[in-house]
C-alpha cells in the first residue's frame, strides 16, 4: 500500500527566505508526482506535474525535483512571500486504482510566511 | 477557459434530508472524482468513475451516490445515511495514467 508523506507538517519563515518542503513516498511504482496548493477554505491548485522519467520541473520561483528510486520529492520555493502562505500538497498517481483511487495525498504541509 | 465547477459553494443539510453536489467540467476528460477533506484526515476518496455510466467505491463510499449520465458531469448525493457529512467536498478529473488531476473550488456541507 503506498502511503505518502509530508514533513514538516507546519512551516513559519521571514519573508525573502528560500525554503524547501519534503514529500517522501513508500513505493517507487508511480506515474507521475503532483504538487498543489490549497489557500484556506478553497479548491486544490495544480502547481507543478513531474512524470516518473522527470527530474524536475520548474515554474517561476517553483522548483520541484524527484528522485523515484529512493522515494523523494522536494519543492523549492525561492525569495518567499506572504501570498505563499498556504498548505502545500503532495500527492502520487500510481498505475493501479483501487478503493484509494489512483491519486495517493500526503497531509500536506501548512506554509506561513511573515512580512 | 477549461475547468472544473463546483455547485453550490455552500450547502445546509436538515438531519435526515438527502442532497446532491454539482460538478460539472469542460475539459474532455474521462475520469471523475470526488474527495472528502476534514481537518488533520487529509483527502479521502467517495467515489470514482472513468467512463460514463461506470462509477466504482473509494474507502468512504457508505452514506454516498453518484451517477455519472454525461461525460461533463458526476453529481454526488450524500445521503441520510451518511451520518458525519459535515466537511468540504472537492471534485477533480483527470485525463489518462498520465495526466495530472484537475480540481474545483468545492463545496462546503454543514448539518444544521
Known amino acids: 500500500k503506498q502511503e505518502v508523506t509530508q514533513i514538516p507538517a507546519a512551516l513559519s519563515v521571514p519573508e525573502g527566505e528560500n525554503l524547501v518542503l519534503n514529500c517522501s513516498f513508500t513505493?517507487?511504482?508511480?506515474?507521475?508526482l503532483q504538487w498543489f496548493r490549497q489557500d484556506p477554505g478553497k479548491g486544490l491548485t495544480s502547481l507543478l506535474l513531474i512524470q516518473s522519467s522527470q527530474r524536475e520541473q520548474t515554474s517561476g520561483r517553483l522548483n520541484a525535483s524527484l528522485d523515484k528510486s529512493s522515494g523523494r520529492s522536494t519543492l523549492y520555493i525561492a525569495a518567499s512571500q506572504p501570498g505563499d502562505s498556504a498548505t502545500y500538497l503532495c500527492a502520487v498517481r500510481l498505475p493501479y486504482g483501487g478503493s484509494q483511487g489512483n491519486l495517493i495525498f500526503g497531509k500536506g504541509t501548512k506554509l506561513s510566511v511573515k512580512p | 477557459d477549461g475547468g472544473i465547477t463546483q455547485s453550490p459553494k455552500y450547502l445546509f443539510r436538515k438531519e435526515g434530508q438527502n442532497v446532491t453536489l454539482s460538478c460539472e467540467q469542460n475539459?474532455?476528460?474521462?475520469?471523475m472524482y470526488w474527495y472528502r477533506q476534514d481537518p488533520g484526515q487529509g483527502l479521502r476518496l467517495i467515489y470514482y468513475s472513468q467512463i460514463v455510466n461506470d462509477f466504482q467505491k473509494g474507502d468512504i463510499a457508505e452514506g454516498y451516490s453518484v451517477s455519472r449520465e454525461k461525460k461533463e458531469s458526476f453529481p454526488l448525493t450524500v445521503t441520510s445515511a451518511q451520518k458525519n457529512p459535515t466537511a468540504f467536498y472537492l471534485c477533480?478529473?483527470?485525463?489518462?495514467?498520465?495526466?495530472?488531476?484537475?480540481f474545483g473550488s468545492g463545496t462546503r456541507l454543514t448539518v444544521v
Open positions: 475539459l474532455n476528460h474521462d475520469a
Open positions: 513505493d517507487s511504482a508511480i506515474y507521475n
Open positions: 477533480a478529473s483527470s485525463w489518462d495514467g498520465r495526466d495530472g488531476y484537475t
